[in-house]
C-alpha cells in the first residue's frame, strides 16, 4: 500500500497512532494532493516526521523515463507503482484551453482488442485506486514543464490509459473517490471521464457510486459479428446489453455519453457500419469521436484514410449524431490510444503471473 491509498481519515487515523496531532495530517494530505509535493518537499513539516512518512508510508511513485512529442505539449512517463512495482505509463496533453492526463488502472489488459498494444500484451496486475490517483500526481508535477501555451494545471482526467478501468472496478472507484476529494486533488467530477470497452456490470456500479464523471464507450463496431472480432469482450455483453446499460446510466446521470470508434481502414469504416451506429447514438444521445487508427506492432490494419473518416463522419452527421474527429496525440512515442505498452511489465521475469483474472466488478 502506498500514502496514496489512504483517503483523509485514514491518514489521520495513522498520524495520530504516531502521537502527532490531527492538523498534522490536514497538512500532509494538502501537500500530497493539493501541491502534488514528494515528502522531502514538505519543509513545512519536521524533518524526522517526513522520515517516518517515507519509512512507513512510501509515495511508491517514481519516474522511470519520461518522453515528450508535439513540441512538449504530450508527455508520456514509465511510471513505477506501489510497493509491487507495476510499471505502467501514463500521459499528459496539453491543450489551449485544458491539460489532460490519462491514466491507466491495470498494468497489461485481459480484454484482448487485437488492435491494441496493451490487450496484446495480456494482463499482469491489477492496480490499487491510490496507484491509478497518484499518476494525476505524477501529472500536475509534470504539467509545469507543458508550454507556456497551456494552462500548466491538470484540468481534466481521463479513464483511457493500460488497462480496462471497469474490470478493475474497485480500484477505479477509489481512485475517482481520491481525485474529487475536496481535501485532496478536488478536481470536478465533470472534468473525470471513465472509458470502458462495454462491462456492462461496472458501467452500472459507476452510474451509482459516481455519477457525475463522464463515460466513453468504446464500440468500434455496430453489429454484434464484428465486435465480436474487434472487441471480445462483447462476446460477454452484446450490442443490446450495451446499449440498454448505457442508456440506463444516461438516465439516471443526465449526462450524454461518448462513443469512441476507432477508424479502421477496411474494417469498420464501411457506410454500412455508419448505418448501423446511427441510430443507437441517436438512441443514446451519444456523441460520437472518431479516432484513426494507432498502428501497433501486432495488428497488421493501417488508419482509415482521411477523405474515408471523413465520409463516415458526414453519413453520422446527416442522420444528426454529433460527431468529432480527434487529432492523434503522442503516436510518435507510441503514447497515442491503443499504443501504451510497458516494455518493463511485459518482462515476464518481473511479472510471471500472466494469467488473465476474473474481472473485479465489486
Ligand atoms: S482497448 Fe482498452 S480494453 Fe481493449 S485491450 Fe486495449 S486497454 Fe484493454
Known sequence: MSVYDLDLEQLTGRLLGWGEPAYRARQVYAGLWRQARPYEDMTDLPKELRAQLAGELPEGLEVLTEREADRGATRKALLRLGEKGHVIETVLMGYRDRVTVCVSTQAGCAMGCGFCATGQMGLQNNLTGGEVAAQVVWAARAAVRLPASTPRRVTNVVF?????????????????????????????????TVSTVGVVPGIRRLATDHPQVGLAVSFHAADDELRNELVPANRLWPLDQLEAAIADWRERTHRRPSIEWAMIDGVNDSDRQAELLSPIARRLHAH?????????????SQPSPRARIGSFASLLRAAGVPVTVRDTRGREIDAACGQLRSKFVADPARHPCRRPIPVQVR
Open 160 to 192: 483511457m490509459g493500460m488497462g480496462e478501468p471497469l474490470a478493475n472496478y474497485r480500484a477505479t472507484r477509489d481512485a475517482v473517490s481520491r481525485l474529487l476529494d475536496p481535501d485532496g486533488m478536488n478536481l470536478g467530477a465533470r472534468h473525470v
Open 288 to 300: 460520437v469521436n472518431l479516432i484513426p487508427l494507432n498502428p501497433t506492432p501486432g495488428w497488421p
